[in-house]
């Protein structure tokens, strides 16, 4: 699967941000595809992934205030962001091609561009 992630820019503390990772491929509904972000001298962290049945999860950091979903027919996976804190400034990254192990969710190879999102205070 091939991906590109968009939607990214810069907002203000409290506002929101709708992110979009575009899968190519005829078996974008098998794949679970998850979100991860790393901002400046960090390591890249999963933020959040749904699996093919929709089982979702989500970072502790994140819960509450962002949602994932997917939408098969337009081969499109979002990350919702609201309450949108300083701390959530990052390069966010979709992933595909990974798989669920129990309630976790593995990278697999396929990586978008990263579409960056800057929260300021």
């Known amino acids: 699967v091939q991906l590109q992630a968009s939607g990214g820019g810069s907002v203000q503390a409290g506002g929101s941000l709708t992110l979009s990772c575009a899968a190519s491929?005829?078996?974008?509904?098998?794949?679970?595809i998850g979100w991860y972000r790393q901002a400046p001298g960090k390591q890249r962290g999963l933020v959040a992934a749904?699996?093919?049945?929709?089982?979702?999860n989500y970072a502790l950091s994140v819960k509450g205030r962002f949602t994932i979903s997917r939408d098969n027919a337009k081969n499109t996976v979002y990350l919702q962001m609201n309450s949108l804190k300083p701390e959530d400034t990052a390069v966010y990254y979709c992933?595909?091609?990974?798989?669920?192990?129990?309630?976790?969710?593995?990278?697999?190879?396929?990586w978008g561009q990263g579409t960056l999102v800057t929260v300021s205070s």
């Open positions: 749904i699996s093919s049945s929709f089982h979702t």
């Open positions: 992933n595909g091609d990974g798989y669920y192990r129990g309630n976790y969710y593995f990278p697999g190879g396929a």
């Open positions: 491929g005829s078996t974008f509904s098998l794949n679970a």
